[in-house]
């Protein structure tokens, strides 16, 4: 029996193993294949150790192969780290706290798992191999299942909502894909790691077995969704990314689904801020945007439309806004598109060349108006020169 659930963590070790070179090989460049890979490393040495813990000849080699698993919180804080990138949070990803967040805990929990006996007790000999008890009264270890199943239900929940997000039906596959593998190490671990231990219950622990789940959800992703894959759709996204001008895409009823991050670092706003807001909010005046609203709904595109947007801040920014309907293979209308054009610089220019040109016009009444009251003046000198019998001084 014991070289059955020992054989069960091997294999998980080598399908996370294959599966994590094999993603990372799909690009190589891309942070997402990084993170994933490093996910599968992380559980493949879990798994590893698990399986030379379980059919460990005594307990000095089960005591070693036990205490070489103190990395085992960073396979639950990779897999948060992962759904932030996968379910596109580039505006968490780029606050430097976010980091400490998610590796701070594991950290921690890993180095006083190693170095402070508090949390386990030695390996004990059960019928599936070495496995261990929770020390009675362990505050430690309770807090670190709490944050295990926080991050847990953190990433699940980030998936699902990213599923109700996103309108690509090939997106929607990948997604449930993704939160499929998620939920598998999720019950499985709280159903055998979870309150088992504390209640002093023993069941062979299937974690590590159950994250090859995860491993195989996101491979078939891959084979039948391109999941990781170079494609035209990442192509896009890049190209969505890098662009200079303001995007935003709106759903039928108004309200913002995605932004890049021109118009964020236009505006001042955390992508957090602005989705799921209606459109109206990003125009200095309402009226602006339902009149976009509407010229989406009658015209399907439109070009050049000159309008305002209004940062955080509450300044406002002048804008060439042009947008295009959004249509489903069936032909359904499910949102629009709009690109914004910042046209500050040359709304300043425009307005310093009618300060010019007014300029020039005042000045010119004023010289021709001059030129008209020295002639007139000249005229009435002739006339008064008449009167007194003496000769024009002017006149030709």
């Given at each position: 029996m014991i070289i059955v659930f020992a054989l069960f963590s091997l294999i998980g070790s080598v399908i996370c193993l294959f599966f994590g070179n094999f993603v990372y090989y799909q690009n190589r460049k891309q942070l997402l294949n990084k993170i994933f890979f490093l996910l599968c490393m992380s559980l493949a040495f879990w798994a590893f150790t698990e399986f030379m813990l379980r059919q460990a000849e005594s307990l000095e080699t089960a005591n070693f192969w036990f205490n070489m698993n103190f990395l085992w919180p960073f396979s639950l804080a990779f897999p948060l780290h992962f759904m932030l990138i996968?379910?596109?949070?580039?505006?968490v990803l780029k606050n430097k706290l976010t980091y400490l967040l998610v590796y701070a805990p594991a950290f921690i929990f890993s180095f006083g798992d190693l170095l402070v006996p508090s949390m386990r007790t030695e390996p004990i000999m059960e019928f599936w191999g070495y496995s261990y008890y929770v020390l009675e009264g362990s505050w430690m270890y309770l807090v670190s299942e709490v944050w295990v199943f926080t991050v847990g239900f953190l990433a699940l929940v980030l998936g699902i909502?990213?599923?109700?997000?996103?309108?690509?039906e090939e997106k929607k596959r990948q997604a449930k894909f993704v939160i499929l593998g998620f939920s598998i190490p999720i019950i499985t671990g709280f159903f055998t790691e979870g309150f088992p231990?504390?209640?002093q219950i023993k069941i062979p622990e299937l974690?590590?077995?159950?994250?090859?789940?995860l491993c195989v959800c996101v491979g078939y992703a891959i084979f039948e969704h391109k999941l990781f894959v170079f494609t035209p759709a990442t192509v896009a996204e890049n190209i969505i990314e890098t662009m200079n001008?303001?995007?935003l895409l709106v759903d039928k009823h108004g309200i913002i689904m995605k932004v890049n991050h021109s118009l964020l670092n236009?505006?001042?706003y955390s992508e957090d801020e602005?989705?799921?807001q209606p459109m109206e909010k990003l125009f200095a005046e309402e009226q602006s945007g339902k009149n976009i609203n509407n010229k989406f709904l009658e015209n399907k595109t439109f070009d050049n439309y000159e309008t305002k947007y209004k940062t955080k801040t509450g300044e406002n920014v002048d804008i060439s806004f042009s947008g295009s309907t959004v249509n489903i293979k069936d032909g359904t209308f499910v949102g629009f598109i709009g690109i914004g054009h910042n046209i500050t610089d040359r709304k300043k220019a425009e307005e310093k060349l009618k300060e010019k040109i007014d300029e020039l016009e005042k000045?010119?009444?004023l010289t021709v108006g001059r030129e008209l009251k020295m002639i007139e003046m000249k005229k009435e000198i002739d006339e008064l020169c008449n009167k007194l019998g003496e000769k024009p001084r002017y006149a030709r």
């Open positions: 996968y379910t596109e949070k580039t505006s909502m990213y599923y109700r997000q996103v309108y690509s231990p504390v209640l974690t590590t077995l159950a994250f090859t789940g001008d303001s995007l236009l505006l001042g602005i989705v799921g000045y010119k009444k």
